[in-house]
């Protein structure tokens, strides 16, 4: 047994090596274990993160070409269905129809302000009296597909409305959701149309509406 006392040492130091290295597998694994789960996750978030991202750019690009066709669409302005029927009442009339598709659409209006007869607009320079002009400012809330038929329901309302500016931005504690910042200008004529000798009267409308919202 002398022959190995001289071997006792190393023995211990090894043995020693061996059980600090198994100390320490016990307590990085589990660690290393997390860091790898961490990693995963942030692999499948960045993936719903540029899948979100691609729904929005669809969103956007189809919003730009809706409002490319607006610009370029032959709609009428609105006519009053009496004579001097006021402001107010000019605004209120195509004010519910907006709300009304907004809240068809199941979009939240998260607040809302408006402006007549905005500085700048031809309307309002050359003909302040015979046209009414009012802005209408909202941020809404909703998902990317009600955005879109909203959108789509402004572009087939049968009279002429502007869309001023629209920036759509994800929610940032839920990417699912959207936070829109729109802007509309309403166009109206302050009188009744007139009809020409070729044309006859046209018959009154049901309960005093001009058309029906679209569905």
């Known amino acids: 047994m002398d022959k190995y006392k001289k071997y006792y040492g190393l023995m211990i130091f090894c043995a020693v090596i061996l059980a600090v290295g198994f100390v320490c597998f016990k307590l990085v694994a589990p660690q290393v274990e997390k860091l790898n789960s961490i990693k995963a996750e942030v692999a499948n978030k960045e993936t719903e993160y540029n899948g979100l991202n691609t729904k929005l750019n669809v969103v956007r690009q189809k919003i730009k070409r809706i409002k490319d066709s607006i610009s370029g669409a032959q709609k009428k302005v609105y006519y009053p269905i009496e004579s001097d029927l006021g402001n107010e009442t000019l605004f209120f009339t195509l004010y519910n129809d907006v709300i009304e598709m907004v809240h068809a659409n199941s979009v939240k209006i998260r607040s809302i302000d408006y402006k007549y007869n905005p500085e700048g607009d031809m ?43 629209l920036e759509v931005k994800p929610y940032p504690k839920d990417k699912k959701i959207l936070i829109s910042n729109i802007s509309l200008r309403l166009y109206a004529h302050t009188a009744p149309e007139e009809p020409t000798e070729e044309a006859k009267p046209a018959a009154p409308a049901l309960n005093g509406a001009n058309t029906e919202l679209p569905q």
């Not at 302040?128 to 572009?155: Q, R, T």
């Open 123 to 165: 309307f309002v320079t050359n003909g302040k009296d015979a046209y009414f002009v009012c802005d209408v400012n909202m941020e809404l809330v909703s998902n990317y597909v009600n955005l879109g038929k909203l959108i789509e329901n402004i572009y087939q309302y049968p009279y002429y409305i502007k869309i001023n500016s």
